[in-house]
């Protein structure tokens, strides 16, 4: 494969290398590259980087600033593409190949297409159709409030636009007319000013014999000019007025041009071409480039083009679509035989049957064919020696049965689908089919409903849509149902197919039915992929590792691994990252109804229960690694099957946590629901850790709101002092302190009532923390000092160092600035001894705000420096952004603006991350007023 990257700006923004997509970083790293790319061959100045970053003037920092960005759009093209920026005097510039920029390419094949347009229409419109394939969206689709793009992007719109009137009137010049009805209808609605379109529309409806709709066409043309834009129509226009009421015959073209056509006699067996075909322009793209080498490096070679994906997706559709746009480029043949590796009722055909099918189609008499599958092979390749043949091999079983169907020498293109992937058809060249993107999904369905409905009801046309996965199948059923039921709306349907969250029970009609389609699918599975099926769909989380599946099914990780991964290659799951698998909504539910019906109750409450312990002991371990001095609980041991995943360190368990942070919380959800009460205040406090460190507040409130509910049901004081106290530490930083002064009330009286001393000198200390966020520093200082004092006679050294560093921040504020050096010094100290590096990075936090008060501003920046080193050690972005709020005050006290902001910013976009806004608008806020005078 070619080693260059692929830049693509025709719609969403992306790179791609080896054919995926790179990371490319945050928005402004992407905003950057999007703005060399649009300038490819030109300097793009520094003050334009910064208007299109910030949208500000440039400040004297901002090269220094935007040099940095640089080197991190380099680092994300590093793997491919770095080399291409070079750093000229007055910024920066792409140096880029126009064949590595989809919109150059468009620009390439538009300007041949035009070129051929007089010539040879057929070549035009040809041209013209593979540039328009290129486009998936809007011309820099993720940039539409960046001005510095606007030009840009406009430009691109209309070309694009301009194209499509270039290629209708290369279609109208072959003679076409009924086909383009519908399309020109929607663009001339879109564009009720470009009378071109009005102009062509009228023309294929007088060829489609609608002279009357032609003339009425005018009518609203003419209407439309005057009343919003106040322009007469051009003489144009009113010249096809006149031919259409004159009959003329100039309205057709004079000659029709010569197409590469197949003759009468040759043998077309394609199946008729889908009239509502939507999207798929990437595919659709590559297949078409097959006919002149442009998709492989050997044109010479045989082309086998593989389309897998899963049930309803489209991939016979897509092949017959573009087996008609290719027929004319293979004058031999244009083969369809439906191979029924998926058909209701009915064995997958063999190889032998094929061939003698496909030999039969090629005028090979009966006679002439061998028994013997072997020779009858042999006999195939023979045929198609020197012959130029499309075969379209449909709804393959697997590799095994299309092998001996394959052409060995060149002139043949081969268009094979199957609902599983073909890795062992090493010639065929891959393409993995997903669902539709929204905007395709609504124009399908709207066009197969064929009235105003979708257009009056464009909020439940989003909601079907969704309803409906974007799955190709069940969006022309549900429109087929709504266009056979005119006193429906479609808010009724999507009514109807959200009732009880079972869509399948409505995507029928007819003999077409989406739960069939899975159901086949299914069916072709053994026993093993069945079972791991079924009990995927008990799964309550959005997807699944292989280690908690293995947990699920009580099977080893590597069957878990090779089951899951087999289920990949049916197109019964999906892998959106290495490791990771989840279900389409409506296969999600197919799994669901499927484990209902066939695995017994038993069997499911006990992969459910070793799903949520496998959740809750890995968590435990993994918090455990994350603070080793948080009081531990006991959560016994795993049910029988269940083998919690392996963390060696806090690294691996932040690793874990982010990965499957949203599986422990359904998990938790799922114990709920079926109440298991000590296991869900459980998974509560094996989040704790995890939510604190990424600032996952709200996440935790309903943790522990859950786990508090679970414990009144037990009537577990302790866990419920437990709860209280740690809801009172989240709510007060959520900007909630009245509901956190009174969770902390709570646990303290709670604690006091079963005298747990533990549990009161942790309210103080976290009440302390909660009046300081309060501004009541003599408070805090009453709670921490008796934090400190509990802490003491317990022999707590741990809590109490910590203490320590905390009565040194409130006597710091308080401008006893002495007494609380000497405080958080000795807290820091002890934690030292103890390797505490938590208790470490806090009490350098404590020092850096004394020093900061003391007026000591690099002091200060040097405690922060290191307490932001060692939060980062430990993963906590919650702490690591008060650390670099802390530094940017720092540096606008030491008259360092461009370091000031860019702390600030960082602090801002971390506190935004963990939806803690109160703190971001804080640090905002300061941001805004630096310089303003007092």
Sequence with gaps: MDDRPEFRVLGPFEVLAHGRPLDLGGPRIRT?????????????????????????????????????????????????????????????????????????????????????????PV?????????????????????????????????????????????????????????????????????????????????????AGRQADALDAFTRARTVLVDQFGLDPSPRLAGIHRRILDNDPRLWPAARPVAVRPPAAVRNDLPGDIADFAGRETELSRLLATRDGVAHSAPTAVVIEAIDGMAGIGKTTLAIHAAHRLAGHYRDAQLFIDLHGHTSGQAPATPAAALDTLLRALGVAADRIPREPDARAALWRAELAGRSVL???????????????????????????????????????????????????????????????????????????????????????????????????????????????????ELSAGDRSVAAAFALSYGHLDAAQQRMFRLLGLNPGPDIDVAAAAALAAVSPAEAERLLESLVDDHLLQQPVTGRFRFHDLVRQHAQATALADEPEPARTAALRRLVAFHL????????LLDQQHPPIDVGEPPPGCVPAPLPDDTASMTWFDGNHEGVLAARQAAEDAGWDTWVWQLAWTLDNFHYRRGHLQANITSWLAGLAAAERLGDVAVQARAH??????????????????????????????????????????????????????????????????????????????????????????????????????????????????????????????AAETGDHDEALDRSRQALSLWRHLDNTYRQAATLAAMGDAHQALGHPDQAREEWQQAIALYRAGNLHPAADEVEKRAANWGRPG
């Design 32 to 120: 950057l590259l999007a703005l060399l790319i649009a300038n490819a061959g030109r300097v793009t100045g520094v003050d334009t980087m910064a208007d299109a970053l910030w949208d500000v003037d440039a400040t004297p920092g901002t090269p220094r600033t935007v040099r940095t960005y640089m080197s991190r759009v380099r680092r994300s093209l590093a793997p491919v593409a770095a080399d291409l920026i070079e750093t000229r005097a007055a910024g920066y510039a792409l140096r880029l190949e126009p064949a590595l920029l989809d919109a150059r390419e468009f620009e390439r094949l538009v300007t041949a297409g035009r070129a051929a347009l007089a010539a040879d």
């Design 123 to 207: 070549t035009a419109a040809d041209l013209l159709t593979r540039a328009l394939a290129l486009w998936r969206g809007d011309a820099y689709e993720d940039f539409s409030g960046t001005v510095a793009l606007l030009a840009e992007t406009r430009r691109l719109q209309a070309l694009r636009l301009g194209a499509l009137e270039d290629r209708i009137d290369a279609d109208l010049a072959t003679g076409a007319g009924e086909a383009l009805i519908g399309e020109l209808t929607g663009l001339s609605d879109r564009h009720p000013g470009h009378e071109r379109l009005w102009g062509q529309l009228m023309t294929a409806l007088y060829r």
């Design 391 to 505: 075969v379209v091999l449909d709804n393959a079983a697997d590799a095994a049965q299309v092998r001996p169907l394959l052409p060995g020498s060149p002139g043949t293109l081969l268009l094979i689908t199957s609902r599983r992937r073909l890795v062992g058809l090493e010639a065929a060249h891959i393409l993995s089919l997903d669902v539709l993107p929204e905007a395709t999904a609504v124009a399908l369905f709207s066009g197969i409903v064929g009235d105003d409905r979708p257009a009056a009801e464009a909020g439940a046309v989003g909601d079907v849509v969704a309803l409906c996965g974007y799955l190709p199948l069940a969006l022309r059923i549900a429109a087929a149902r709504l266009r056979t039921r005119p006193a429906w709306t479609v808010a009724h349907l999507a009514d109807r197919l959200r009732q009880a969250g079972r869509p399948l029970a």
């Design 617 to 624: 002991h890995t968590g435990h371990r993994g918090s455990r």
């Design 725 to 850: 106290r740690r809801l009172g530490l989240v709510y007060g930083p959520f900007g909630m302190p009245a509901e956190a002064l009174h969770h902390l009330n709570r646990s303290l009286a709670l604690a006091g009532d079963i005298g747990d001393t533990l549990g009161q000198a942790g309210v103080h200390f976290v009440l302390a923390l909660h009046w300081t966020n309060e501004k009541d520093d003599e408070r805090a200082l009453e709670h921490a000092t008796s934090a400190q004092e509990l802490y003491g006679a317990l022999d707590d050294g741990k809590w109490e160092a910590r203490a320590f560093s905390l009565i040194g921040a409130c006597l710091s504020r308080l401008g006893r600035h002495d007494e609380a050096r000497c405080q958080a010094e000795a807290g820091l100290a002890r934690c030292l001894d103890r390797g505490d590096v938590y208790g470490q990075a806090d009490a350098l936090d404590s020092l850096a705000a004394i």
